[in-house]
Structure formats: C-alpha cells, structure tokens
C-alpha cells in the first residue's frame, strides 16, 4: 500500500501526511513536483503549505507542475487523491474538484483546533468515519472560503458530494460552511482542515484526523 | 513588441473580502462618497508581434484568471 506525498517548493505538510500514512500502516512515498512520476503509487496526497509563495493565486502555479499532470490523469482513471488544505486549493485549480478558494471573508489568517461535521463517509478517503460524526482536526488558512456558482453548489449538495462541513461559527466565509468536497466518483477528496495534524493526542488536538488515512488504506486493500 | 494588458477582477456576485476593507477603510481616512470598492488583478504583458488574440485569451483564461471566480479582459495597448 503505497501513497505518493508530494513536495512542490513551498510546500510544509508532506511530511506530517507521511507520517499519518504510516500511522495508518501504509508506506509513504515521497514525489517531487517537477518529476512525471507518481512511483507506482496507489494514492496520492497533496499536502498543504504555501507551493510556488501563493504567487497569482493559491495551487495556480502548482496546477501545471509535471507532478500534477500525472496526478489529473492517474485521478480520471479512479486513484484516490487527498488535498489537504494547498493541496484542495491545487485540487480546484486543477479541476479536479469543482469550485475555488477565496480570502476569509474576514481577512485574517484562522488557526484553530476545528470541529466539522461527516456529511459522507461513501469517499475513498472517510469510510471509517459515521456520517454525523463530528471530528476536532486543526484549520490554519487564509484562503480558504470555499466558493461556486448556484448550480455547482446545488450539484454538491444534491449528490451528497460535501464531505466535511463545519460545525459552529463558519471560520472563513465558505458557501454553505463547506469544509471539504469529493469529486463524482467519491475518489478525490478536498478539505482545508488538516486531518494529518490530528493523528495522535500526544501531538495534536485529538487522533479524529487517523480515520481519513485507515480509510485509505481500507479502501486500497478491498480494491 | 506589443504591450497587452490583462485586467482581471473577481466576478460581481463573488464575495470580495479585500475590497470590502479598502471601502470601509476610506470613511475612516476622511474619503467619503464611495461607495463600493472592488479589488482585481492587473498584468502588463510585453508580447511578441506573432503572438495572436487566441493565445492571449488562453494565457488569461487558463493562468492568469480562475474563471470559477474572476473575469478577465484582454487588451493591446500602446507600447
């Protein structure tokens, strides 16, 4: 069971990813943004940080690194593929998943140890999980409101494709508190909180965060 | 050579947080009477004589613009 992590410049998370994945019982495997070569991986996960500073917007830069145009094709034809955080935002910009990320609609950068609520757990990446459940995994972003016309949003909701949706006050202005979206096929999953922070209590808020990679991990093996 | 400029601006029902705080900062600044501020993105490429409105356009749409959220419009201006 091996999962591709990718590192882009910029990037801060891969390490904390691979370190879930091993938690999990799989074996990460370390991708660079400019090799087109995912490793003979089964799943990829695209971590967050800041690729490329952010320059023009957040994942527009990352979206055409050769390590993404094999991700988008290895994606059509059903491997998993997490983004966490940047790694959502590279998600959208690449098309992947639908809809964009925008500044919080309060401007400020949001560090927070977050609860959001399972809407989904059909995903690849959430099967663990009860729908219903309610997780505590941190957020830390500046761009993350998650937004989409009318019609994709009601495609969402009507698909049942919001997978994560936050619980209380809405931290950054995200249409309909949406904290994270699977694509049609339940195969690619995007969220801007950050499950790979909270995968052990001695180092995180809570362990809630391990389900989405015991998921993963499930998911491959029955495959 | 040409000079061709792209403006790109986020769309109209888009929430634009950062034009927002430009337009609640100007009151406070001793500015009154505007009343909405939006805030986009401006690019002034210097581009080669070969290089066609087609290209331009998919130099907009596809990097420079998101179109999930922004517009864009293309323009050749004089150098």
Redesign the interface.
Same mark, same amino acid.
Request: net charge positive; aromatic share 4%; hydrophobic share 35%.
């Given at each position: 069971m091996r999962v591709g992590v990718i590192t882009f410049p910029g990037t801060l998370d891969d390490v904390d990813a691979a370190r879930a994945v091993g938690y999990a019982g799989g074996e990460a495997v370390k991708l660079w943004h400019a090799d087109h070569d995912l490793k003979d991986v089964d799943a990829v996960i695209v971590p967050g940080g800041f690729s490329y500073g952010d320059y &023009?917007?957040c994942g !527009?830069i990352a979206r055409?690194a050769p390590v993404m145009q094999e991700v988008v094709d290895a994606a059509k034809k059903g491997m998993p593929v997490l983004g966490i955080c940047n790694g959502f935002q590279i998600l959208?910009?690449a098309h992947l998943l639908? /809809? !964009?990320l925008?500044?919080?609609?309060? &401007?400020h950068f949001v560090c927070r140890d977050q609860w959001l609520k399972v809407e989904n757990n059909a995903t690849a990446w959430t099967s663990r999980y009860d729908n219903g459940a309610e997780i505590l995994v941190p957020l830390k972003s500046g761009e993350g /409101?998650y937004?989409?016309?009318q019609s994709t949003l009601d495609e969402l909701e009507g698909e049942g494709r919001v997978v994560f949706r936050y619980v209380g006050e809405n931290p950054n /202005?995200s249409r309909n508190d949406i904290a994270g979206i699977t694509s049609a096929n339940g195969r690619v999953v995007g969220l801007m909180p950050h499950p790979e922070h909270a995968i052990d209590a001695l180092t995180g808020p809570t362990d809630d965060g391990l389900g989405m990679f015991l998921s993963l991990v499930d998911s491959v093996v029955k495959a | 050579m040409a000079r061709v400029v792209v403006d790109v601006m986020p769309k109209p029902e888009i929430l634009d947080p950062q034009g927002q705080a430009v337009a609640n900062a100007l009151p406070r600044l001793g500015f009154d009477g505007i009343t909405s501020v939006r805030q986009g993105k401006h690019f002034e490429l210097e581009v080669a004589d070969d290089v066609d409105d087609a290209t331009l356009a998919k130099i907009a749409e596809t990097f420079l613009a998101n179109p999930v959220i922004e517009d864009w419009v293309v323009r050749r201006v004089e150098a």
């Open positions: &023009l917007r !527009a055409f959208c910009e639908p /809809g !964009a925008i500044r919080n609609h309060k &401007l /409101g937004q989409a016309d /202005g | -």
